[in-house]
């Protein structure tokens, strides 16, 4: 199994395609007077891997819940895999989809085929064993059908839980933070496992708040804090919320360095970062650099690098997390 | 989607295999009876035949009380555990994120608890029977084997379970702790085994009449709880501790 992403065999379906496997329209869900998630719009085509975003409390999980019809929404509407989603409807949605809820909630007292026989039961599966050996094939855990689920490691366990998911050959797999509180090597596992069903077309709707992960195994993420504050493929977030930026390294400082970047050509702006390396804002990184190159020469500065600054979904992360902080204190 | 069996079996395996491997309803399914079959046997062999007419009712209604009050209890300790002891473990929410519908969760949930306790009652009442025939003064086994005695046994043995039952998993649907669920569901499974024991005692004369009578309203009882369980069973205030 291999861990990187080639993305270029497949893209996100646009908004405009009929056959999207997730609607949601201005989805709204209050408790009383507490506001879970409000006004909440996007779309997920089939095939795509979406990541959900948000801190704790941002209404990740309570959105989860909504969508398979768990939780009724206080308002706005949803179709979901193809079906709209209403107080009728709940079974049909549910027999479409799959939720792997945080924590695993396997029976302990059962094994990990008998865990599995009840849920394909549940769906009223035919051939159930296959089934079932097909699902354990699919998590590597084919060797440990007759453990007792109470005897698991924790990673073993959400890879129990993960089968249990795949079972049904869902349109629609809802994972929420399904590497929560796993060690790295399980947390590799299950990243391993995800990948694969990427590969295989598998639609999955990934809620997470490590950012590392949403950034390898999605297509497109949203970030939600109660509202919905971005949306998009990760390297789009951070050219939208991030200007370009070039970072000059010289072995000491610059006397004037005003003098020396000012005026450049493609060079928006400048300023000293508390390391001591400059940060520029460039328009286009690739015609700036010579000029910026020219000029310290000029000057007679050491240079040591000019290197394009890298914004990851984390810096976009805690860039419109920090937004949302200082928004609620004003 | 219509009601399906395939999915109450899918829950009923699950909690049969559960039952198998959980010491604590070994205990209550075996411990139990055991209690219960002592106490009557105690009462019919103690019996003095030549004692006054009422207390020898009273002996022969207790001893049929204990048969009765088994399958009250008995149900009582599983079904007050199905819903909330499935919160407190974390297997709720995956099932309820399944196409099952509320009706074949509680429907599979009160078979669950029904089916071992109409075996256990139905022979632990075998045996005590046996006893009685064996070993009892004929008078007393002539009094026993009566067959409004029988009747009402039989009759009440799975209406008074029903009851127990539906209240167990009414309460555990509300409640957050399961020792608390099951305090209350003892409680609450007793009334009808108080009507029981009325007839037992010979207070209400058991008529063929009266006891069908009885047991058509408890069954009547029975349904309506259902009903009134399914309404309480609401998965947003399950799955989110609120509403």
Same mark, same amino acid.
């Given at each position: 199994?291999?861990?990187?992403?080639?993305?270029?065999?497949?893209?996100?379906?646009?908004?405009?395609?009929?056959?999207?496997?997730?609607?949601?329209?201005?989805?709204?869900?209050?408790?009383?007077?507490?506001?879970?998630?409000?006004?909440?719009? #996007?779309?997920?085509?089939?095939?795509?891997?979406?990541?959900?975003?948000?801190?704790?409390?941002?209404?990740?999980?309570?959105?989860?819940?909504?969508?398979?019809?768990?939780?009724?929404?206080?308002?706005?509407?949803?179709?979901?895999?193809?079906?709209?989603?209403?107080?009728?409807?709940?079974?049909?949605?549910?027999?479409?989809?799959?939720?792997?809820?945080?924590?695993?909630?396997? #029976?302990?007292?059962?094994?990990?085929?008998?865990?599995?026989?009840? #849920?394909?039961?549940?769906?009223?599966?035919?051939?159930?064993?296959?089934?079932?050996?097909?699902?354990?094939?699919?998590?590597?855990?084919?060797?440990?059908?007759?453990?007792?689920?109470?005897?698991?490691?924790?990673?073993?366990?959400?890879?129990?839980?993960?089968?249990?998911?795949?079972?049904?050959?869902?349109?629609?797999?809802?994972?929420?933070?399904?590497?929560?509180?796993?060690?790295?090597?399980?947390?590799?596992?299950?990243?391993?496992?995800?990948?694969?069903?990427?590969?295989?077309?598998?639609?999955?709707?990934?809620?997470?708040?490590?950012?590392?992960?949403?950034?390898?195994?999605?297509?497109?993420?949203?970030?939600?804090?109660?509202?919905?504050?971005?949306?998009?493929?990760?390297?789009?977030?951070?050219?939208?919320?991030?200007?370009?930026?070039?970072?000059?390294?010289?072995?000491?400082?610059?006397?004037?360095?005003?003098?020396?970047?000012?005026?450049?050509?493609?060079?928006?702006?400048?300023?000293?970062?508390?390391?001591?390396?400059?940060?520029?804002?460039?328009?286009?990184?690739?015609?700036?650099?010579?000029? =910026?190159?020219?000029?310290?020469?000029?000057?007679?500065?050491? =240079?040591?690098? =000019?290197?394009?600054?890298?914004?990851?979904?984390?810096?976009?992360?805690?860039?419109?997390?920090?937004?949302?902080?200082?928004?609620?204190?004003? | 989607?219509?009601?399906?069996? *395939?999915?109450?079996?899918?829950?009923?395996?699950?909690?049969?295999?559960?039952?198998?491997?959980?010491?604590?309803?070994?205990?209550?399914?075996?411990?139990?009876?055991?209690?219960?079959?002592?106490?009557?046997?105690?009462?019919?062999?103690?019996?003095?035949?030549?004692?006054?007419? $009422?207390?020898?009712? $009273? +002996?022969?209604?207790?001893?049929?009380?204990?048969?009765?009050?088994?399958?009250?209890?008995?149900?009582?300790?599983?079904? &007050?555990?199905?819903?909330?002891?499935?919160?407190?473990?974390?297997?709720?929410?995956?099932?309820?994120?399944?196409?099952?519908?509320?009706?074949?969760?509680?429907?599979?949930?009160?078979? !669950?608890?029904?089916?071992?306790?109409?075996?256990?009652?139905?022979?632990?009442?075998?045996?005590?029977?046996? !006893?009685?025939?064996?070993?009892?003064?004929?008078?007393? &086994?002539?009094?026993?084997?009566?067959?409004? +005695?029988?009747?009402?046994?039989?009759?009440?043995?799975?209406?008074? !379970?029903?009851?127990?039952?539906?209240?167990?998993?009414?309460?555990?649907?509300?409640?957050?702790?399961?020792?608390?669920?099951?305090?209350?569901?003892?409680?609450?499974?007793?009334?009808?085994?108080?009507?029981? !024991?009325?007839?037992?005692?010979?207070?209400? *004369?058991?008529?063929?009449?009266?006891?069908?009578?009885?047991?058509?309203?408890?069954?009547?009882?029975?349904?309506?709880?259902?009903?009134?369980?399914?309404?309480?069973?609401?998965?947003? %205030?399950?799955? *989110?501790? %609120? %509403?």
């Amino acid at each position: 199994m291999t861990s990187e992403l080639d993305d270029s065999h497949r893209q996100p379906r646009s908004d405009a395609e009929p056959d999207a496997a997730l609607v949601v329209e201005h989805l709204t869900k209050r408790f009383g007077e507490r506001v879970a998630f409000e006004d909440v719009s #996007f779309e997920v085509g089939y095939g795509e891997v979406f990541g959900f975003l948000g801190p704790n409390g941002a209404g990740k999980t309570t959105t989860v819940r909504t969508l398979g019809t768990l939780i009724t929404p206080t308002s706005g509407s949803a179709t979901i895999a193809g079906i709209p989603l209403s107080a009728e409807s709940g079974p049909s949605i549910r027999g479409r989809i799959s939720i792997m809820p945080e924590s695993p909630g396997l #029976f302990i007292r059962l094994s990990v085929a008998e865990n599995l026989e009840c #849920f394909a039961g549940l769906y009223e599966l035919r051939d159930v064993r296959d089934r079932v050996d097909r699902a354990l094939r699919a998590v590597n855990l084919s060797d440990r059908a007759n453990d007792i689920c109470g005897s698991l490691s924790k990673g073993l366990r959400q890879r129990v839980a993960l089968a249990r998911a795949l079972l049904s050959d869902p349109k629609i797999l809802f994972l929420d933070e399904p590497t929560s509180g796993l060690d790295p090597v399980a947390t590799r596992d299950v990243h391993d496992l995800l990948v694969t069903m990427r590969e295989r077309g598998v639609t999955i709707f990934l809620t997470t708040h490590r950012l590392e992960e949403a950034e390898k195994l999605c297509h497109r993420v949203a970030i939600l804090n109660t509202t919905l504050r971005l949306i998009g493929r990760p390297d789009e977030l951070r050219e939208q919320l991030f200007s370009r930026s070039l970072v000059v390294r010289t072995g000491s400082p610059l006397d004037a360095p005003g003098r020396v970047f000012n005026g450049l050509s493609n060079v928006e702006g400048w300023d000293l970062s508390p390391s001591g390396s400059y940060v520029l804002n460039v328009t286009d990184p690739d015609a700036a650099a010579p000029g =910026i190159a020219r000029a310290l020469v000029s000057a007679n500065a050491d =240079i040591l690098s =000019i290197a394009e600054s890298h914004h990851s979904l984390e810096d976009v992360y805690l860039e419109l997390v920090d937004e949302g902080v200082e928004a609620k204190k004003r | 989607m219509s009601f399906s069996w *395939t999915r109450v079996g899918a829950i009923l395996q699950k909690e049969l295999r559960d039952y198998r491997r959980n010491r604590f309803v070994i205990y209550t399914m075996s411990f139990l009876p055991l209690l219960f079959i002592a106490a009557p046997m105690v009462q019919i062999f103690t019996i003095n035949v030549a004692t006054t007419s $009422a207390k020898f009712d $009273a +002996h022969i209604g207790l001893s049929l009380l204990y048969m009765l009050i088994l399958p009250a209890i008995v149900p009582s300790v599983l079904s &007050a555990y199905s819903v909330v002891g499935e919160r407190e473990q974390g297997t709720l929410e995956p099932i309820l994120t399944t196409p099952i519908h509320s009706d074949e969760f509680l429907v599979a949930k009160a078979l !669950a608890a029904f089916l071992p306790t109409l075996a256990v009652s139905y022979v632990i009442f075998g045996i005590f029977l046996g !006893a009685v025939a064996a070993f009892a003064h004929p008078g007393v &086994a002539a009094v026993i084997f009566e067959r409004n +005695h029988l009747l009402v046994q039989l009759l009440f043995t799975p209406l008074v !379970a029903g009851w127990s039952i539906w209240a167990g998993i009414a309460i555990s649907t509300r409640m957050s702790d399961v020792r608390a669920a099951q305090q209350l569901t003892v409680l609450a499974s007793l009334p009808p085994v108080a009507i029981v !024991a009325l007839m037992n005692f010979n207070v209400i *004369t058991p008529s063929l009449g009266l006891t069908l009578g009885l047991a058509g309203a408890l069954l009547l009882i029975d349904g309506l709880a259902w009903r009134f369980v399914a309404a309480l069973f609401d998965r947003e %205030r399950l799955v *989110t501790g %609120r %509403r």
